[in-house]
């Protein structure tokens, strides 16, 4: 006899699933027994993960798509529910700090495409999948933010406010939401070894952000996608408008 796993049946979406949290995110939520829908630009990327997950025995889509994008985000809304059912569960993972630099520095380009992408583009993909939340009286939401929207990181202005507004974006949702069953949290991971950072000398962001690590060492993307899939579950049938910090003790 198979175990009941938390997510069993439950359709679920993870924007900017070809990163490495958002890879680890929806092999979370399929090890649960959740129908993965996979947002991400890269439709290549996007097909290899659908292909391992499928592999693997889930059910899973691939939509490619631009969060910035309303329209777009509308499509694969409508894509995503047509092949895997009613949507409860939905990360906002897409998101990224594009540069570094001095606050006087900063163009007002950089500044609208990092807010479009880490703060604007989590509202649009709220709005495109949890109309159907409310109107079903159940979901969750889960938003990936950052450390950098509580406490700010050298030369990330502009993603400390993006990640700042995020939380209070989720807080916000979880006020209005809660009535409606609607569930909408968020987390902030601290500094996480993934393939972006491979070109850096990770003491040496540590030294420059001005914060000690308690726990000695970064997390892993495993190590924020299984938090992850805790908001989404049902375990945290009670839990809305949270912020989880994933940070190995750096605010402490």
């Excluded at 569960?89 to 950089?110: H, K, M, Q, S, W």
Aim: charged content about 15%; hydrophobic content about 50%.
């Amino acid at each position: 006899m198979s175990p009941v796993r938390p997510l069993d049946g439950t359709g679920a979406v993870v924007t900017g699933a070809t990163g490495d949290i958002g890879g680890a995110i929806a092999r979370a939520l399929a090890d649960q027994g959740a129908r993965v829908g996979l947002v991400a630009r890269r439709a290549e990327r996007l097909e290899e993960l659908a292909g391992e997950l499928g592999g693997g025995g889930a059910d899973v889509v691939a939509c490619p798509c631009d969060v910035t994008d309303a329209d777009a985000v509308a499509q694969a809304a409508s894509q995503i529910n047509a092949a895997l059912g009613p949507v409860d569960v939905l990360v906002n993972n897409a998101g990224g700090a594009r540069f570094t630099a001095p606050a006087l520095d900063i163009a007002e380009a950089g500044w609208s495409k990092t807010v479009a992408l880490n703060l604007t583009a989590p509202f649009l993909v709220s709005q495109a999948f949890g109309r159907s939340m409310v109107e079903r009286g159940r979901g969750s939401i889960v938003n990936v933010g950052s450390l950098s929207g509580l406490r700010h990181l050298p030369g990330m202005a502009a993603y400390s406010a993006a990640k700042g507004g995020l939380f209070q974006q989720t807080r916000a949702l979880a006020r209005e939401w809660a009535p409606h069953g609607v569930r909408v949290n968020a987390v902030a991971p601290g500094f996480v070894d993934t393939s972006g950072w491979d070109r850096y000398d990770k003491d040496a962001v540590v030294a420059e952000a001005g914060i000690a690590i308690p726990l000695g060492r970064w997390a892993t993307a495993e190590e924020v996608a299984l938090p992850v899939a805790f908001l989404a579950s049902p375990a945290a049938s009670y839990i809305t408008g949270a912020v989880l910090v994933i940070d190995g003790g750096m605010l402490a």
